[in-house]
């Protein structure tokens, strides 16, 4: 009988065993058919917990279907080694899914803020199997739940402020709308490159090679200009102003042709755009208009801009156009 019964448990744990090899091939066809072109190897992290998960449940399932070993503590050892070796294996898989996400797919959620889902999912595992556990050996889960509310209310007042921040940089990783390596610039003034965002705040790489460091907060709070968004080319429009005696047909015509030499000669220019002039306005002192080209990044505009400037003073003055400055007229009475 006793032969009989141990045989019957060996049966079991060979039948869970292929059921745990069975799984990690519909785990490796999962990611497959995803075309997340995920090494499949890496799934063997999961398997010796799974494969000693399902050995403990096959023992329970053998031992309380036989006479042989009618034992209470047999039975309690095995329950607890069955809650430990699954939390152990739901935080592996857990584990496997947040790398993967983190390093294949784009979403930034993922991408920055990797390492703090896997601890917060690690702590929820262990939480939940600490839990059964004491259920198990009959201590009053409902009183330290309690507890465990009144501690966790307290412990989030007092960290309001960086459960704010980690909220808002799960918020915005989630929606796409800001990437690392974006160009921004805040409702503030603070402009740079996303170079890192972080559980706690957004590290901005300004122009003149300086880091700014915003909480997540109130970035999210900000009205926020992102310029690498969809696309990175944008238009660039440059305020000009001539005096009232020009021939506006003449002033177009110079100005595009300046327009498109510097574009020519400048790698930041959008080279198939073609440049335009619109009159805008009657100034105080000319007539108003603005030229109109386009940029390939936001920072280019700032080598566009100084181009232009430059060749179209040059311009004006080879050709005679004169650009006006405020006067001021003053009428003495006697």
Same mark, same amino acid.
């Given at each position: 009988m006793f032969l009989t019964d141990v045989a019957w448990i060996l049966f079991l744990i060979i039948v869970f065993f292929a059921i745990a090899k069975f799984l990690e091939f519909i785990f490796g066809r999962l990611f497959t058919l995803r075309e997340l072109k995920t090494d499949i190897n890496v799934l063997k992290k999961a398997e010796k917990s799974l494969i000693l998960l399902l050995s403990f449940i096959a023992l329970y399932i053998g031992v309380s279907t036989t006479a042989s070993f009618d034992m209470p503590v047999v039975f309690q050892f095995i329950k607890v080694m069955i809650i430990i070796t699954g939390a152990y294996f739901f935080i592996e898989i857990g584990n496997i899914i947040i790398e993967h996400e983190a390093r294949i797919t784009k979403r930034a959620? #993922? %991408? *920055? #803020?990797? %390492? /703090? =889902?896997?601890? &917060?999912? *690690? &702590?929820?595992i262990v939480i939940v199997? &600490? /839990?059964?556990?004491?259920?198990?050996?009959?201590?009053e889960v409902t009183a330290v739940i309690a507890s465990l509310g009144i501690a966790g209310l307290a412990i989030g007042l007092a960290l309001q402020d960086v459960l704010s921040n980690f909220f808002s940089g799960i918020s915005m990783g989630s929606d796409k709308? =800001?990437?690392t390596g974006d160009y921004v610039k805040l409702d503030n003034g603070m402009e740079g490159y996303v170079d890192h965002m972080t559980w706690r705040n957004v590290r901005l790489k300004t122009l003149d090679n300086n880091y700014i460091f915003i909480p997540n907060n109130k970035f999210s709070q900000s009205a926020v200009t992102n310029y690498f968004f969809r696309e990175k080319e944008l238009s660039l429009s440059i305020p000009l102003s001539v005096s009232y005696n020009s021939d506006l047909d003449e002033v177009e015509k110079i100005t595009v042709e300046s327009a498109k030499e510097v574009i020519k000669h400048n790698l930041g220019a959008v080279q198939d755009y073609l440049p335009s002039v619109r009159y805008s306005s009657f100034g105080d002192s000319g007539i108003n208009f603005s030229l109109t080209i386009k940029c390939k990044t936001y920072v280019d505009k700032y080598l566009l801009t100084h181009e232009l400037i430059k060749t179209i003073h040059k311009k004006y003055a080879e050709v005679g156009i004169e650009i006006p400055y405020p006067t001021t007229e003053v009428h003495v009475k006697k």
């Open positions: 959620v #993922f %991408n *920055d #803020f990797s %390492n /703090t =889902i896997s601890k &917060l999912w *690690d &702590l929820f199997a &600490l /839990t059964i556990l004491m259920s198990l050996f009959g201590i709308s =800001i990437r």
